[in-house]
């Protein structure tokens, strides 16, 4: 298992310890983060599980794929560090990372 902490916009913290295979995303609506809504079910097809990886995190966790940056297009205040959760995978070298919800999603 890998920790990973979401933290919302009023600074709530919500560690969750992830298997390792899945996604941020469906270990976030799996653990009723607020903020992540995942309403395509984790296709890549929206954009409603924008989180923004923590600044000493990016490295390890890449950059979004061609098919991931054109659907952050639709998300709200998209920034450097803005990933869709629904691609982030979880494994081992993840364990301890932090994702940061957004204000809104799209």
């Given at each position: 298992?890998?920790?990973?902490?979401?933290?919302?916009?009023?600074?709530?913290?919500?560690?969750?310890?992830?298997?390792?295979?899945?996604?941020?995303?469906?270990?976030?609506?799996?653990?009723?983060?607020?903020?992540?809504?995942?309403?395509?079910?984790?296709?890549?097809?929206?954009?409603?599980?924008?989180?923004?990886?923590?600044?000493?995190?990016?490295?390890?966790?890449?950059?979004?794929?061609?098919?991931?940056?054109?659907?952050?297009?639709?998300?709200?205040?998209?920034?450097?560090?803005?990933?869709?959760?629904?691609?982030?995978?979880v494994r081992p070298e993840l364990d301890g990372l932090?994702?940061?919800?957004?204000?809104?999603?799209?």
């Amino acid at each position: 298992m890998t920790t990973i902490t979401f933290v919302t916009m009023d600074g709530a913290r919500y560690p969750i310890e992830a298997p390792d295979g899945s996604t941020a995303m469906e270990n976030a609506v799996r653990h009723d983060v607020p903020g992540i809504d995942a309403d395509c079910g984790g296709a890549c097809a929206c954009a409603t599980c924008h989180v923004y990886v923590a600044e000493d995190w990016r490295e390890a966790v890449g950059e979004p794929a061609e098919m991931e940056e054109d659907m952050l297009d639709f998300a709200y205040d998209v920034r450097p560090n803005s990933r869709l959760s629904c691609q982030i995978r979880v494994r081992p070298e993840l364990d301890g990372l932090v994702l940061n919800v957004p204000e809104r999603q799209g």
